[in-house]
Every structure is written in structure tokens, then in C-alpha cells.
């Protein structure tokens, strides 16, 4: 692995000031040390004058665990405990903390954040390290090579100080303009499975900072009256009755431009819901989302019953003939609903001016958008925005929509109220799942073609449903000759080597907002690609395990690392090995964010008695592993959502109104409805990879071929309102 950044200018500035800060970092081809208060870059390690240091972590944290793998890899060069490097998040500033894997624009997601920085953060860290070493060689009179930093002490000799002392020296020398990176096999924190997660004390003793625990002076609450239908508007609206909430100021109705809503602003949150209530409202929904949940259903499935809209993958004609030639044809429909988020934090952040302009404090996850949003709605500069990002909790996605809505809200909010004090935008779990984004509702449509020996000869593979990017920002980036790469992910790009594959794609039209959510369009091809692989092997008489690596046996990359992990997969979870009588076992794997993982899932019992998920098996290839532990957990959690929401999990819709308000109907994965998961990491030398999302897509699968090993296939989701029950 290619360990060194190549083709990197340096800058470098010093100042007269006492008390200097040695801050080292790479923006899209910089790096720069500086004394403190001298300039307005700030990178991605900083090393006080009193030896603090401190990682700015520019992937913000929402549980994920950025801020410890990050920090990590700076602690891992400065030969540094990783509990004493600071973390601190970075400001909006695009120039220096873009997303190289999102076209330079600040943020997170798409589970890019190792991806993106391990490079980047290692080599801020050694440039550190260097500078702090030759500064102590210099004014020691000694090489540098006789000098050695470890626990945040400088030593040569029977001479040492601590790196607070040698800082000043340190701001005044070039940035080294290739430093040495060290060697794996010198590593201790990376890979080191007993490291601990940064955000375990704030989060545990309650000082970790939310959007809800922002509290300034003489702000005030609003909160949004939102159309009980998308696509709505808003006619008029009263608010004689909410007149008499105590704490409530006034409401707002919003321009039609800016969306179909009433501001609505109060002393305090409390008051602000219950004003709320008290307002009637009249709507428009000439324009709106008007069909229930059956109909909508309807027409997704009618859509992969005829010719595709967009051809994705191969030529119809082609597959066509294929399976004409088929000795056997295993046909199969899908049906995803739409799901929520189900974040635990609800939309929330809090608008304040500024001697500039204004200050926004929010669990941020797209700072790029944020400015933007806040530039538009109030026709400032985007230098006069800061944005301080702070804990999230929690988003899959939530938090960075292509329309930045709810920061557009806090936006018109915070001038609807005059501008001149803090207003803190707040969503509840009602709004956010009445009301908020949703992971599109798919069916898909798959015929596939075996021959005598049971080998696939053809796969034709017809999918429907709103794309995510179209017309969006990334619009030229993602969707190519009309197919939306979010539709198709995971079908078209397979690493299966499959015969006759054609895959086509019909867009589905629908008011209702739509937005990546956690694995994006891996959520539901997935379950279809291996739902399906595990039909054929059936068919054809043949192991699940042994028929899947039949497909990956070409010697390209991908197909080896994903045979791999099925491999291991089969023999950590005792694949062939005998049962406990009435336990069954399903299998799946597959390859997103360029992260492979297979998972085994053994249950006991059956769809109608009652399925009890005993164990989870999951083998992960993420490339190098930062932090195992945060792997592991990422594992665990991308397993219990996906399992969690194919259980029971649905949004739907009665006349274009959603059904479901909050966790009692729309009710998230239960500790107890997982027994155990066992998670095994495949030791590589490989660059990392993302670990957020690519445990979610296979798991699903995996327990519906449990299931169907006792009789009972499911393929229209939620398990739960198709024939399965759970103990």
C-alpha cells in the first residue's frame, strides 16, 4: 500500500506571538504550520503550547466513531497515548476540509471518512512529529535522529522536555514536505482492538453537546406546522386558540416559494408544540401525494411488469433469449416500503447572530450545504456564516438532505423572527417521521434462467422506484443516460459474474421526499441479489455457500475479497457443521462502499410459530482496520438496523397521509430480538474502507434465507406483515 502523499506545496507562516500553537494539516494540496492567532487555516492536528494536542476531526461524529479513528491516526505518529489527543470539529470551510470522495464539498457520509483522510491525517501527524523532532535537534545541538518522541515527551541522550517546550522552535521550521509515515508493524493504536472510543466519557457522564442542549440568551423556540400531505399548500391558517399558550410569541405563514408551512415561535419548546396544536390550518392538495399506500404499491409493481423505463445494464432482447434457452426459469417479485430514519435525536439547531453575520450550532453533517442554505435564504456572504459543528445523535442519513431542509427552515425562522437573537429550530420524532425524508419504496422483478446443470444462464432484473439523485446536485455526477446510480447500486455493479444480466429501471413519481438512508440503494438490492442467488441454488440442488462462490471465481479483486469473506463466514458460523433441532441458518454477502461482508444467520423456529434470531455470524474486509472496536460496533449496528426495520419497520399512507407518528407504530430494532453477533475482522493491508453502512445490506437477506430454509419465503417487506411472526 502506498503509504506517502505525493505532489503536496507547503506553506508556511510564523508569528512573533508568545505562546505559539504548531497546527499541521493538508487541505487540497497543503500543509501549514503556524503560530496561534496568525492565520485563518486550521488543518487537522494542532499542538499547543502546553503540549496539548488536539485532532480536528472534519468528518463529524454521530456515533460512527470519526472522532476516534481519526484522533487515532494522529495519536498513532505522534507516538502518543490516544486518551491524551484532543478532539475538536472543524469549521465549514470547504477549501480545507472537503470531501475529496464528494467532489471537494465538506461532509460526511457514503461511510468515506476513513477513505477519504487516513492519508491525510497520518501524514499531518508525522509532519508534526518531524517538526518537533528537528526542532529539538536544533536547539539540543544533537541529529535528529538521535531523538526520539514518545508520550509527548522530546528525548536525546540524558536531555528531554516535554513537546510544549520545543512548540515555538517547531512553528518556525518548513513543513517536511514528504514525511515519513510509520511502518505497520511499528503500529500501536492502529488495528489495536483494545483501543477505546473518544466520545465514551462526554457521552456517558452528559457532557457531550447536542443541538437540543444549545441553550443561549434571550433565545426563543420555533417549531414548524407542517401539510398533513406532501405536495400540498398551505390557504390559511389561525391562530386565535394558540393565543392563549403561555410563552407563545406569534406564527409565520411561509411564502409559497420556501415550502407549505407556519413558523411557529415560543418562549420554549413546550409551549412552542402546544401553540401549535392549537393552530388550524387550510390546505391545497390539488398538487399533493393523494394515493394510499395499496395504490402506490400497485403502481411500483405494474412498472417491473412492463418494459423499463431506462436500461441500466445488458439489453433486454439479449437476456430475453437467454432465458428462452433456459432449461428452468425462477421468477420472483420485491416490495420495499418507504422507511424513515428513525434518528434518536430529531432534527434540531440553533440560529444566533454574529459581529459578522450569524452563528450556526448544529450536529452538522454537510457543512457545504449548510452555507449554502443559509447564504440563499439570507442573502449573506458565506463568509459571514460559521457553522459550529457539535454531537450529533444519530442521522443514517438524515442530517444532510440535497435541500439542506431543515437548515433552510432554521434559516427562515431566524429572519421571519427579525434576526437580532438566537432561534432554535426544533423537529420532534412526530414531524421527522410524519413529515420528514423517507428511504424510497422499490419492487423489483426478477426472472433468472438455469440451465440442465443448474448454472445461470440469464438474469433479467427490472426495478422501480424514486430516484434519489436525479435533479439534485449530484445529478451530473450519479445519474448516466437516465439510470440513477442510487436505483441500481448493487445489481448492475455486482461483483457476481453473471451470464446474460440485464437490469432495468423505471423511475417512480411521487411528491413525497425522498434521501439516502443507511446503504442508500444497497438497502434493497441486496436483499434481491442474494434473496435470488439463494433461489437458484435451490433449484439447482446446489449449497448456498458453494453455489454463490461458483460466481466468484473470475481472479479479479473484488471477487476474491468477497469469496473470501463468505468463505470465512461459512466457517466461523459452522456452515456445515449439524444444528440444534429446529434451528435453521440463511446466508448473504455482498460489496458496498467498497467494504465487503458476508453474514450467516442461524434462527430457531419458523414464520408461524415464531422466528427467534439466535445469532448473527458477520465477517467484514474493510481494509486496513483503524479501530477494531468501532468496526465491531459499526457491524453491530448496521446489522440491527437492517434486520430491525425488514422485521416490522414500514411508512405508509392512507389517502397521502402517513400512517405511523412515532416509535410505538414505526418501532425500532429491541435488544432482545438479536441473541448474539459475532463479528470477525479479515486482517488486510488494503486501504480502508467504510464501515458505517455495509453490514446493513446483507443482513435482511440473510435472515429471509433462514427463514425460507423452514418453509416460508418472504420477499415483500416488512417480514412482519408478510407472514412472518417473531417470538
Sequence with gaps: MNTQISRRNFLKSASALAGATLVVGFDAGKAVAQSAGTSDITPFVRVAADGKVTAIIKHFECGQGTATGLSALIAEELNMPLDAVEVDFAPANAALYGNTLFGGAQGTGGSTAMADSYLKYRTAGAAAREMLITAAAEVWGVSPSDVTLKDGVLSAGDTSAPIGDLVSAAAQLDVPANPTLKDPSEFTIIGNPDTNRRDNGPKTNGTATYGMDIQLDNQIVAVLLRGPRFGGTLVSHDDSAAQDVPGYIRSAALPPQAGAGVIVYAQNTWAAFQARDSITADWDFSAAENRSSDQMKADLMAAVNTDAEF????????????????????????????????????????????????????????????????????????????????????????????????????????????????????????????????????????????????????WDHRIAGKPIFKGGPFDAALVHGGVDNSSVEGTRDTPYALPGMY?????????????????????????????????????????????????????????????????????????????????????????????????????????????????????????????????????????GYGIGHAMRNEITFSDGEVDQFNFPDYEPLRISDIKSIETHIVPSAEAPTGVGEPSTPPSAPALANAIARTGTRVTHLPMAENGVSFA
Design 503 to 639: 437490469v432495468g429501471l423505471t423511475d417512480g413519481k411521487t411528491p413525497v421526499p425522498v434521501n439516502w438512508w443507511r446503504s442508500v440503494g444497497h438497502s434493497h438490492t441486496a436483499f434481491v441479489m442474494e434473496t435470488m442467488m439463494d433461489m437458484a441454488a435451490e433449484a439447482a440442488g446446489q449449497d448456498p455457500v458453494e453455489y454463490r462462490l461458483g460466481y466468484l471465481a473470475g481472479g479479479t479483486p473484488d471477487q476474491n475479497r468477497m469469496a473470501n469473506v463468505l468463505r470465512v463466514a461459512a466457517e466461523r458460523s459452522g456452515w456445515t457443521s449439524d444444528m440444534a433441532e429446529g434451528h435453521s441458518r440463511g446466508v448473504a454477502v455482498h460489496k458496498s462502499f467498497g467494504t465487503f461482508v458476508a453474514e450467516v444467520v442461524e434462527i430457531s423456529g419458523n414464520a408461524d410459530d415464531g422466528v427467534a434470531i439466535e445469532n448473527v455470524t458477520c465477517v467484514v474486509d474493510c481494509g486496513v482496520a483503524v479501530t477494531p472496536d468501532v468496526v465491531v460496533a459499526q457491524m453491530e449496528s448496521g446489522i
Design 311 to 458: 436500461d441500466a445494464r445488458g439489453t433486454p432482447a439479449e437476456t430475453a433469449a437467454a432465458l428462452k434457452g433456459a432449461a428452468q426459469v425462477i421468477e420472483r417479485d420485491f416490495f420495499f416500503p418507504f422507511l424513515a430514519h428513525g434518528t434518536m435525536e430529531p432534527m434540531t439547531c440553533v440560529v444566533a447572530p454574529s459581529e459578522t453575520g450569524v452563528t450556526v450550532y448544529d450536529g452538522c453533517q454537510f457543512p457545504t450545504a449548510v452555507l449554502g442554505a443559509f447564504a440563499a435564504v439570507l442573502q449573506i456572504p458565506q463568509e459571514a456564516i460559521e457553522v459550529k459543528t457539535i454531537y450529533a445523535g444519530g442521522t443514517f442519513g438524515r442530517r444532510a438532505t440535497q435541500t439542506a431542509d431543515y437548515h433552510v427552515e432554521a434559516a427562515l425562522a431566524f429572519a421571519f423572527a427579525g434576526g437580532q437573537q438566537p432561534v432554535k429550530l426544533v423537529w420532534s420524532r412526530e414531524d421527522d417521521i410524519k413529515g420528514g425524508y423517507y428511504r424510497p419504496a422499490y419492487a423489483h422483478k426478477v426472472r433468472v434462467g438455469l440451465d440442465d446443470a443448474g448454472q445461470i444462464v440469464g
